[in-house]
């Protein structure tokens, strides 16, 4: 089963505004995509599902390995995601930016806790970055998604490769939620039953935000 985020939409709208949205019959909308979709009056439309690919899809929903391999394609992307912030922080620091460098390795650390959390089935460690709150962090990095479209252009620019490699591990933490969505979905509540884990991730990506606009030359929270 597909999920559809509300990054998702807002890459796909940014490209192309529509005012309809297709939902595939094995495709689902998380609430933030349709919260997104209310926001700007978009049509979310489901599209019919056939007997035939109904009855396929109830049958592969009772595959008692289905569990089993959405977990371990989850822990095996939060792995990766996990070296890619001691990746990032090493080529900081050998790039001469030590600041960014321990920064990036202390958001990583938060990242681990996420990670121990979902294996132990524990709740994620709150996160305080920069002494900020997470409701702080949420308020100052709210709608900065919208100026961080990063193209070969920034490449160019002095911090460009601290952009590159910021933006880099955004989208790939950005893999994350739907991957939780689909090893966590409550059928029946049409909930995640670990929204906490999808909540903390997306509250690092803001930091990432916070830290790439810094980097574009943002002063209004330069510390």
């Given at each position: 089963?597909?999920?559809i985020?509300?990054?998702?939409?807002?890459?796909?709208?940014?490209?192309?505004p529509?005012?309809?949205?297709?939902?595939?019959?094995?495709?689902?909308i998380?609430?933030?995509?349709?919260?997104?979709?209310?926001?700007?009056?978009?049509?979310?439309?489901q599209?019919?599902?056939s007997?035939s690919?109904?009855?396929?899809?109830?049958?592969?929903?009772q595959e008692?390995?289905?569990?089993?391999?959405?977990t371990l394609?989850?822990?095996r992307?939060?792995d990766?995601?996990?070296s890619?912030?001691?990746?990032?922080?090493?080529?900081?620091?050998?790039?001469?930016?030590?600041?960014?460098?321990?920064?990036?390795?202390?958001?990583?650390?938060?990242f681990?806790h996420?990670?121990?959390?979902?294996?132990?089935?524990?709740?994620?460690?709150?996160?305080r970055?920069?002494?900020?709150s997470?409701?702080?962090?949420?308020?100052?990095?709210n709608?900065?998604?919208?100026?961080?479209?990063?193209?070969?252009?920034?490449?160019?620019?002095?911090?460009g490769k601290?952009?590159?490699l910021?933006?880099?591990?955004?989208?790939?933490l950005?893999e994350?939620?739907?991957?939780?969505?689909?090893t966590?979905?409550?059928?029946?509540?049409?909930v995640?039953?670990r929204?906490?884990?999808?909540?903390?991730?997306?509250l690092?990506?803001?930091?990432?935000?916070?830290m790439m606009?810094?980097?574009?030359?943002?002063?209004?929270?330069?510390r």
């Amino acid at each position: 089963m597909k999920f559809i985020t509300e990054m998702e939409l807002r890459d796909l709208y940014k490209t192309e505004p529509f005012t309809t949205y297709v939902l595939e019959p094995d495709v689902k909308i998380t609430p933030g995509a349709r919260q997104f979709l209310v926001d700007r009056r978009v049509t979310l439309v489901q599209a019919a599902c056939s007997d035939s690919k109904q009855s396929l899809s109830d049958d592969s929903n009772q595959e008692p390995g289905r569990e089993n391999w959405c977990t371990l394609r989850l822990r095996r992307r939060m792995d990766c995601i996990e070296s890619l912030f001691l990746l990032m922080a090493a080529e900081l620091l050998h790039a001469g930016d030590t600041a960014l460098s321990e920064e990036v390795m202390a958001l990583g650390k938060y990242f681990q806790h996420v990670r121990k959390a979902e294996r132990e089935q524990l709740a994620p460690e709150v996160i305080r970055f920069w002494d900020w709150s997470a409701e702080e962090i949420k308020e100052r990095s709210n709608k900065l998604e919208n100026y961080l479209d990063i193209s070969e252009f920034h490449v160019g620019l002095e911090n460009g490769k601290e952009l590159a490699l910021l933006n880099h591990l955004r989208a790939s933490l950005r893999e994350v939620e739907p991957a939780l969505l689909e090893t966590y979905w409550n059928e029946a509540e049409q909930v995640c039953s670990r929204q906490d884990l999808i909540d903390t991730v997306n509250l690092i990506i803001n930091i990432l935000c916070i830290m790439m606009w810094k980097c574009l030359g943002g002063k209004e929270w330069k510390r």
